[in-house]
């Protein structure tokens, strides 16, 4: 276990969020880890889209501000700001925010499949508030991972329904490897990577309402086979585009 994932372990945790955090623990350490491959420093302009966990520990580890994008009001805070956008209104280009700065890095973390509105308007949105060069991650589930193939073997559905509360309705719409690859290029992204695994840890993977109910025995198991899955049948898709004008 990473530093960084025994920082954010249900031990350290408290509050309504503790098993959603403990069970993503391993994704945040993921993605501290490539972004420093990818070469975020100090001086380096970063966007968070959909605040969470992870933006407070971007700014601990590098030290610097980071801005995030969704919803709740316009507010300016002394380790970034925030701004009010709706992703889903990218469908209509007149209601496209364009007060934002450009950014050297854009994190899209487990955030598409929450929309509604196609990728390719989404990512076209998204391409502009990044700098020529800059890069974009965009992180999402596998929608043809093993566990969801034998959901559909066993005649279940491995796909949420959609939930009545519009401010977390769930997943509308999880994508492949090979969609992905081509939302990215059509939305004039450079695919400079493409990482799939299982970073999570299952033994929190029953985390709904909140609470962390621990399965310690199968969840272990789970997190020592998962990663030996082929990649296109891992449950996590990151994806590592360049911003291409």
């Not at 919803?71 to 970034?80: I, N, V």
């Not at 989404?122 to 589930?141: D, E, F, K, M, N």
């Not at 309402?209 to 891992?234: D, S």
Request: aromatic letters at 10%; glycine letters at 8%.
């Amino acid at each position: 276990m990473s530093d960084i994932t025994a920082d954010i372990s249900t031990r350290t945790i408290r509050g309504s969020d503790r098993g959603y955090i403990a069970y993503h623990a391993p994704r945040y350490a993921f993605l501290l880890r490539l972004l420093t491959q990818c070469g975020l420093r100090q001086g380096s302009q970063i966007l968070d889209i959909g605040p969470s966990k992870l933006t407070s520990l971007i700014r601990t580890k590098f030290g610097i501000k980071v801005d995030t994008l969704g919803f709740g009001a316009d507010r300016t805070e002394s380790d970034g700001r925030h701004f009010q956008f709706d992703l889903n209104s990218t469908q209509n280009g007149d209601l496209w925010r364009r007060d934002l700065p450009q950014y050297d890095f854009v994190i899209m973390a487990e955030v598409i499949e929450h929309l509604h509105t196609a990728p390719e308007l989404v990512l076209a949105y998204v391409r502009s508030l990044i700098v020529r060069g800059g890069t974009l991650i965009l992180q999402t589930p596998n929608a043809a991972s093993l566990p969801k193939r034998i959901k559909l073997l066993l005649g279940r559905n491995p796909y949420e329904r959609i939930r009545p509360d519009s401010c977390d309705p769930g997943h509308f719409r999880e994508y492949t490897l090979s969609e992905l690859h081509k939302i990215m290029g059509d939305a004039g992204f450079v695919v400079q990577g493409c990482i799939t695994g299982f970073y999570f840890d299952a033994r929190f993977a029953h985390h709904e309402l909140g609470q962390a109910r621990e399965q310690p025995f199968v969840g272990a198991l789970k997190n020592m086979l998962y990663p030996l899955l082929p990649p296109n049948l891992r449950e996590g898709i990151t994806f590592v585009g360049v911003e291409s004008r």
